[in-house]
């Protein structure tokens, strides 16, 4: 890196620019990325093989998006699970008994550096009132994982990153089957 700066901060992100040399051309070029701590999302399942989801308004598609619950990893979280069990309490007033890691995705390499990780959430129930930020508005839904897979292809889901969780989940469906109710993947 040549030279590096803040362009611009908001309080969820910031806009770095890098002076960057090419390492096949040698020639010297600037970058933009976007600075922004590391996300996750959480797939709760509850004891009857249902997914805990979430519908609220997303300013930015400026459509009510069904997904799962997830959010920003806070400053001073260093374990992102800490932050996964923090947004599923927060936004559902769930807590699960066993949590499974399914790993992370990069949201776009292009011009972010940050993470998002993926975590399971076995047998979620209902533990206290939801505890919203100022200005989220978030109806919790109960939804089979069986329609899980309907939903993706129908565009019902569309949040990539809800998307790029329920793939990895599906990726790791034979090894997690034993963790859920009986014929919770049906339909995967």
């Known amino acids: 890196m040549l030279r590096s700066r803040v362009v611009y901060r908001t309080p969820i992100f910031g806009v770095r620019a890098e002076d960057l040399r090419s390492p096949a051309t040698g020639h010297r070029h600037t970058f933009y990325f976007l600075d922004a701590p590391d996300w996750i999302n959480v797939i709760p399942i509850d004891e009857r093989g249902r997914v805990?989801?979430?519908r609220q308004?997303?300013?930015?598609?400026?459509?009510?998006e069904l997904e799962i619950p997830g959010g920003a990893v806070n400053p001073g979280e260093r374990d992102p699970l800490n932050a996964a069990k923090?947004?599923?309490?927060?936004?559902?007033g769930y807590a699960a008994r066993r949590w499974v890691r399914l790993g992370f995705v990069h949201p776009n390499p292009a011009f972010h550096r940050n993470k998002c990780h993926v975590f399971l959430a076995v047998g979620a129930r209902r533990v206290a009132k939801q505890n919203l930020d100022h200005g989220e508005e978030i109806e919790v839904a109960s939804v089979?994982?069986?329609?899980?897979?309907?939903?993706l292809s129908s565009g019902r889901i569309a949040h990539a990153l809800i998307v790029a969780a329920f793939h990895r989940l599906h990726?790791?469906?034979?090894?997690?089957?034993h963790l859920l109710p009986r014929n919770a993947f049906r339909g995967w």
């Open 171 to 177: 990726g790791r469906r034979k090894r997690l089957k």
């Open 57 to 64: 308004h997303r300013y930015g598609s400026r459509l009510l």
């Open 52 to 54: 805990v989801m979430i």
């Open 86 to 92: 923090r947004e599923l309490l927060e936004e559902t």
């Open 144 to 151: 089979a994982l069986s329609s899980i897979p309907r939903l």
